[in-house]
T-cell receptor
Framework: GQQVMQIPQYQHVQEGEDFTTYCNSSTTLSNIQWYKQRPGGHPVFLIQLVKSGEVKKQKRLTFQFGEAKKNSSLHITATQTTDVGTYFCAVGSNYKLTFGKGTLLTVNP | GAGVSQSPRYKVTKRGQDVALRCDPISGHVSLYWYRQALGQGPEFLTYFNYEAQQDKSGLPNDRFSAERPEGSISTLTIQRTEQRDSAMYRC?????????????FGPGTRLTVL
């Protein structure tokens, strides 16, 4: 199956700072999905990207899919304490999702 | 409506015992998935059902693991002769269809601890 590398593994920021996590693959991806998992919670779907160069925004979150469809990023502007959690990228292939290892974001108030 | 539910939420068992984990998907969802998530890792695919048919069990670690969904709704993941390495969070997800672009909705998981 398709593999994705996610960096960084951890990110600690001060509230109000920006945050970015990256997802990279050596092969062309058909789609990329992003999930957020709060501490003690379960993965919750955020967004899906399918088109080359696609950019989608959800309030302070900006999601991008690379032109070559081999990488993706999630950027959070002006982090808040409610943004704390692990952000996973995942590739949907046929029916299964292959997840990256996630980026754990902690925010210092 | 109600989301995906799983039971029990926590299971502690002794090595060698069998356990059965239950998943109740969102009503009407055709596809059901089982994942295993180790601490600090992303969910790892175990098996997938389309209605009652098990379409893919390639992620099941070995033959001690099995799953069923006899009526195309509730599913049970069974682990026989549990071992300590089986300790993990077991997550169920469902989707309206089996398309790779369809959103998967995850349940709260069952935390399995094998002593």
């Amino acid at each position: 199956g398709q593999q994705v590398m996610q960096i960084p593994q951890y990110q600690h920021v001060q509230e109000g700072e920006d945050f970015t996590t990256y997802c990279n693959s050596s092969t062309t991806l058909s789609n990329i999905q992003w999930y957020k998992q709060r501490p003690g919670g379960h993965p919750v779907f955020l967004i899906q990207l399918v088109k080359s160069g696609e950019v989608k925004k959800q309030k302070r979150l900006t999601f991008q899919f690379g032109e070559a469809k081999k990488n993706s990023s999630l950027h959070i502007t002006a982090t808040q304490t409610t943004d704390v959690g692990t952000y996973f990228c995942a590739v949907g292939s046929n029916y299964k999702l292959t997840f990256g290892k996630g980026t754990l974001l902690t925010v210092n108030p | 409506g109600a989301g995906v539910s799983q039971s029990p939420r926590y299971k502690v068992t002794k090595r060698g015992q069998d356990v059965a984990l239950r998943c109740d998907p969102i009503s009407g969802h055709v596809s059901l998935y089982w994942y295993r998530q180790a601490l600090g890792q992303g969910p790892e695919f175990l098996t997938y059902f389309n209605y009652e048919a098990q379409q893919d069990k390639s992620g099941l670690p070995n033959d001690r693991f099995s799953a069923e969904r006899p009526e195309g709704s509730i599913s049970t993941l069974t682990i026989q002769r549990t071992e300590q390495r089986d300790s993990a969070m077991y997550r169920c997800a469902s989707s309206r269809t089996g398309s790779s672009t369809d959103t998967q909705y995850f349940g709260p998981g069952t935390r399995l601890t094998v002593l």
